[in-house]
């Protein structure tokens, strides 16, 4: 199987057209997508241009402070799809490029990977905002791209056209982002840039390589479903490096021994964490059971040979996952298919692209030692 990394190219990112979708809030508006360009991406302007629409928000806080909120960095890569532009930018060069968005800002981007968690982001909002109205406690999510201002048009004719909830841009011209991650108090960085994402988890930021599956899933429009695999994502890779050095065996006979010692945190404890604090607010207003946030553990772990080290560690941490789901090295494929999540993290690429191969987004951890010695698929 392929999956679409579009990668960056000499600190650039650039953006392309394919096909588009009016993605509001209901199936209807996936739908009204095929209306506006065809299956392959060739691109026709939209009956009525962007969709303009009221940017007042009745009864509650209009932009939260970044300090406040959760803060999500998405790539315009990973929200877009960009493929059409990338290769303008590869074969022309970045005046062509430029040129290029300029002539066809009034078309909107496709939605890209990372689009149904934003939408899934903006109905927990939506939400929040019923049972807090003076809270600054939401989700606030930041465009982030290496574009030229010039670019900056369709950007914000793509949000609009799509009736997304983006005021906050951080179009950097070619410059590395990160900087400005950590003014935004990022808690999550997405992006098509493995070695961007790299950089954002040496700083002890959040954050994951998204990639486009070649079919997808359909998800909720309602609750917003994130789902983590354990080691070097949630924990550190203490315990995969005894897998990798001396075998299951030892690795089963370490987690017994040490199944009291809590493991070290890994790079999306932190937004598990946030998570967790937004859910709260839900279980506050007697919403446990219903509650539009809903969090997996999707882990190559055994239950009882090594489970309880996990459930230990995140008890002592003061989290939760509301479902835990310990395979014994099964694939994590079917069980994705059935959680049906707007995104799922891992370290490594074999379980990225088994999830893919099932239509679910998933997003690449590049931390720990299986970067160094990555699963070999046996087929």
């Excluded at 650039?14 to 508006?29: F, L, M, R, V």
């Excluded at 009291?260 to 964490?273: A, I, Q, V, W």
């Excluded at 008890?315 to 994590?332: C, I, M, Y």
Aim: glycine residues 6%; hydrophobic residues 40%; contains cysteine.
């Amino acid at each position: 199987m392929s999956l679409d990394t579009v990668q960056a190219r000499t600190g650039q990112e650039p953006t392309a057209p394919t096909p588009t979708a009016t993605n509001g809030n209901s199936k209807a508006s996936w739908d009204r997508s095929k209306d506006v360009y065809d299956p392959m991406g060739s691109t026709k302007l939209p009956r009525s241009g962007p969709v303009r629409r009221a940017r007042k928000v009745e009864g509650g806080i209009f932009f939260p402070k970044p300090e406040n909120a959760v803060t999500i960095a998405v790539s315009s890569r990973v929200l877009f799809r960009t493929e059409k532009e990338q290769k303008v930018f590869d074969q022309m060069g970045i005046e062509e490029y430029l040129r290029f968005q300029v002539e066809h800002e009034n078309e909107p981007f496709a939605p890209g990977p990372a689009f149904p968690f934003v939408k899934a982001l903006e109905a927990v909002n939506a939400q929040l905002r019923e049972l807090y109205p003076d809270s600054e406690e939401l989700f606030d999510i930041v465009l982030v791209t290496y574009n030229h201002a010039h670019v900056g048009v369709r950007l914000i004719n793509t949000i609009n056209y799509h009736n997304l909830f983006i005021e906050r841009f951080c179009m950097t011209g070619g410059s590395s982002p990160i900087g400005y991650l950590k003014a935004w108090h990022t808690n999550l960085y997405l992006s098509a840039d493995a070695e961007k994402v790299k950089e954002a988890l040496a700083e002890g930021i959040a954050a994951a390589t998204m990639f486009m599956p070649e079919k997808q899933i359909e998800v909720s429009e309602t609750q917003l479903r994130v789902a983590f695999d354990g080691d070097a994502v949630l924990f550190s890779d203490e315990s995969e490096r005894i897998f990798k050095a001396h075998g299951l065996d030892k690795f089963f006979e370490h987690e017994q021994e040490n199944e009291n010692t809590l493991l070290d945190h890994g790079p999306l404890k932190s937004f598990l964490e946030a998570l967790g604090k937004l859910q709260k607010k839900f279980y506050a207003k007697g919403h446990r059971l219903d509650c539009p946030i809903r969090t997996y553990l999707v882990t190559a772990r055994s239950a009882a040979s090594s489970g309880i080290r996990a459930l230990k560690t995140l008890r002592a941490w003061g989290l939760e996952t509301d479902e835990a789901l310990f395979l014994a090295g099964a694939p994590k494929g079917p069980m994705l298919e059935k959680i049906r999540p707007h995104i799922y993290f891992d370290d490594q690429m074999f379980h990225v692209e088994g999830a893919a191969e099932m239509g679910t987004i998933a997003a690449h951890v590049p931390y720990g030692i299986a970067q160094k010695h990555p699963h070999k698929n046996s087929s």
